[in-house]
């Protein structure tokens, strides 16, 4: 069978689950899209315009496999302000412009615009987003209509909104606010619920059948008008054959004005920020752990958005919520995402006119909920525990979000986490002297990647970093040295944590190296960390790598030290350290006999401005007899060009394989051909490559010159095991 005909089979065996789940999301979807779109002030059926053309084109263009796209919560405050300035007709003209922008940024390749924004920035923004929505709709869920120029007004409000429910004597707003009141709690509680059946209904559907059947009682079997306000009840929506009539004319008449342009360029702003975050959250989910090309994600909700702002719909964005539902319930293709959008389109055929049987409150119980979880204490705790630099850079972003605009506040989140990036490292020119160098340098090694970071590693210019690890399929083995890396930031820290999971997730592994000589403020794994300026490994707390290291020498039985030893007499007698400077060693791990002794190194090459700092693991052989003092290397090119300069390989005889793999040096050529015999030269032949060099009585040996992963560490200590074995 041809890789083509196995993925049209795979496709159809998946089929079922794909629309069974695609009809799970709509029933999120629905409710979800009338509320986003009266919270926007624009009609509710603009909500559900945006997922059914968000859906349909997504599904057929997109880039990502289990995303699902329609109307966005952080959109919510853009479009109020965009609808209220410009009004509906000219709002839509924002709305395609802005969907014509996504979509150059996803022709340019620039989806790692998103890196550029600091983590802790864009929670402040989200977070205010979640309070934006939040505080307008709680009145509206309570039957309390406000009116206040600003955000912070309706927040204060809250309180005076609490007090006046309590004293309703209008049963209509009673009812209304009871609607709302039991709707939230459903929100809260439902998840608790740990039934199967129960589950298969979302809760916000829920509050839709509940809502819908109350008044059919009222109707059929009290024989009574619903109890509810009627400005309280959802209004507006239009039969199918009516949307089609009645698509709205687009004006373009304010193009040319700055209000339409900051309208566009904030709701671009935000839809690009939502959407990315979505799918690389979603990517986690993903059971068959799949990548999302992003860019063709971004091209494909462009258009999306512009079709939808045609045809009086809001703009498309990748929506984290439904996404979820859509894995959860065993969505496992983009064919989901369409069904849930066909599912949207059979409800507002079928029941268009049973959803005005809804009431507002219950809808906006859903927005309530959903901006307080982008805006949960439990998050600024989380980010507390990070780092309290950290808290800065999230509550100056949320206020200037709150009070100023979304563009202003996070360009004030960026700009604080520099100033303190700069304030932390007391040093302006690190990051004006090295922003524009290449900082990132890949090679495959025998059996992995590395990647070595230097100077500083930040949200400034991660995404060079970033599209290294992009390339590299996720079954490899990685390892990242920031060695020479002067400042890493929390950005950074939390997106390697992220890789990791991704590659122990697919079979790989990734380490980070290098990061023992940098400090941290706290002890979270996404703390920052800076170089110290007096490298000091003698901490309180050992480092992620250093309790590794302890663990395995409990495993292998070892002795371990991890504090810095200045005493090295015993290295100074190999030819190696002869033309180079020993700081230090650390992380020792040896045998009880002492004989074996792997550890890290800190050693200096040249001086003055051509000096050097390197940092490398070795290991050290005792051994119990004297040997001929030599130097093993794989042959390369390096070592046939020595041998022009009168460096000549040592053959040894009867072991051609050897000669031509391996670089033999020595002054005593005799004594060394004596020494390399059968078992040793076939020993050196069925292992891995190492420079191993000998001053007579001792053994050295290395890989490159790096510090080593766990996985190499443990490799180095066995192969030395066994050679002192072979040797002896």
């Given at each position: ?27 999120i ?73 996504l ?54 409000e809250i309180?005076f ?8 004597e ?44 109350f ?17 309280y ?9 009516e949307?089609?009539s009645q ?20 709701l671009?702003l ?36 512009i ?14 919520a ?15 995402n369409?069904?849930h ?19 507002l ?38 206020l ?37 160098k290449?900082?990132?340098l ?15 590693c ?23 040295d ?6 890493v ?12 999971e ?12 290098g ?7 706290s002890?979270?794994?996404?703390a ?37 030893e ?13 033309t ?11 045998n009880q ?9 800190e ?66 050529t ?30 050295l ?26 040797v002896?």
């Amino acid at each position: 069978m041809s890789p083509k005909q196995n993925n049209i089979k795979t496709f159809l065996n998946a089929l079922p689950k794909n629309i069974f789940s695609g009809f799970v999301v709509s029933l999120i979807a629905l409710p979800l899209g009338l509320g986003l779109a009266m919270a926007s002030d624009a009609p509710p059926i603009a909500g559900v315009i945006a997922a059914v053309i968000g859906g349909v084109t997504v599904s057929i263009l997109g880039g990502s496999h289990v995303t699902i796209a329609g109307p966005g919560n952080g959109l919510v405050g853009v479009l109020l302000v965009t609808i209220a300035t410009l009004g509906l007709e000219s709002a839509y003209a924002a709305i395609i412009c802005s969907g014509i922008l996504l979509s150059i940024l996803g022709f340019l390749r620039l989806g790692k615009l998103a890196d550029f924004f600091p983590s802790s920035a864009i929670q402040g923004m989200l977070a205010a987003i979640g309070l934006i929505i939040l505080g307008k709709q709680f009145h509206i869920m309570l039957a309390h209509r406000i009116k206040r120029e600003d955000t912070m007004d309706y927040l204060f409000e809250i309180p005076f909104t609490l007090n006046d429910a309590i004293h309703y004597e209008n049963t209509g707003l009673i009812f209304a606010a009871l609607a709302g009141l039991i709707s939230f709690l459903i929100m809260i509680f439902y998840s608790k619920i740990r039934n199967k059946y129960l589950q298969l209904i979302p809760a916000p559907m829920w509050i839709v059948i509940l809502s819908i059947t109350f008044s059919y009682y009222f109707e059929l079997v009290a024989h009574e008008a619903n109890p509810i306000a009627s400005n309280y009840m959802i209004s507006g929506i239009p039969q199918f054959s009516e949307i089609i009539s009645q698509i709205p004319t687009v004006n373009f008449g304010k193009i040319g004005s700055f209000s339409f342009w900051s309208s566009v360029l904030a709701l671009t702003l935000i839809a690009s920020i939502e959407s990315l975050l979505s799918i690389k959250a979603v990517d986690k989910l993903d059971p068959e752990k799949r990548r999302s090309n992003v860019n063709r994600d971004l091209k494909a909700l462009g258009l999306a958005t512009i079709g939808s702002g045609f045809l009086g719909g809001l703009n498309v964005v990748t929506v984290i919520a439904r996404s979820s539902v859509n894995v959860n319930n065993g969505g496992t293709n983009r064919s989901s995402n369409f069904f849930h959008a066909l599912f949207l389109v059979i409800f507002i055929v079928l029941f268009s006119t049973q959803l005005t049987r809804i009431p507002l409150p219950a809808l906006m119980a859903i927005l309530v909920f959903t901006g307080y979880k982008l805006a949960s204490p439990e998050n600024i705790r989380k980010i507390f525990r990070i780092g309290k630099e950290q808290l800065i850079i999230f509550f100056v972003t949320l206020l200037v979000t709150l009070k100023i605009g979304l563009i202003s506040g996070i360009l004030c989140g960026v700009l604080v986490t520099f100033i303190i990036h700069v304030v932390l490292n007391k040093s302006v020119s690190l990051f004006a002297r090295n922003w524009l160098k290449p900082n990132v340098l890949m090679f495959q090694e025998d059996d992995h990647y590395y990647i070595s970071v230097k100077h500083f590693c930040s949200f400034l210019n991660y995404y060079k970093l970033k599209d290294k690890l992009n390339a590299i399929p996720e079954n490899e083995d990685v390892i990242v040295d920031f060695s020479l890396c002067q400042f890493v930031d929390h950005t950074v820290m939390e997106n390697l944590n992220n890789y990791q999971e991704l590659f122990s997730k697919r079979g790989g592994n990734f380490e980070v190296l290098g990061l023992d000589l940098h400090d941290t403020d706290s002890k979270h794994p996404f703390a920052l960390r800076r170089l110290l300026p007096v490298p000091n490994v003698i901490k309180n707390s050992l480092t992620r790598r250093q309790k590794t290291i302890e663990e395995l020498s409990v495993s292998f039985n070892l002795n371990y030290k991890s504090q810095k030893e200045k005493q090295t007499l015993f290295l100074d007698n190999f030819l190696f350290f002869r033309t180079k400077q020993i700081n230090h060693i650390y992380n020792q791990l040896s045998n009880q006999e002492q004989s074996l002794n792997v550890f890290d190194i800190e050693f200096s090459e040249g001086e003055f401005i051509a000096k050097e700092v390197v940092r490398s693991t070795m290991l050290h052989i005792k051994l119990n007899k004297n040997i001929p003092e030599f130097t093993l290397d794989r042959e390369g090119f390096l070592q046939k060009i020595y041998a022009f300069a009168g460096f000549k390989d040592i053959p040894i005889k009867n072991h051609s394989d050897f000669s031509n793999r391996f670089y033999l040096l020595g002054e005593d050529t005799k004594a060394i051909q004596y020494f390399f015999t059968d078992e040793i030269t076939h020993f050196f032949e069925s292992n891995s490559y190492y420079h191993i060099e000998s001053n007579g009585h001792d053994l050295l040996v290395f890989g490159r010159q790096r510090l080593a992963s766990i996985k190499e560490l443990k490799a180095l200590y066995d192969f030395g095991k066994r050679l002192k074995e072979v040797v002896s």
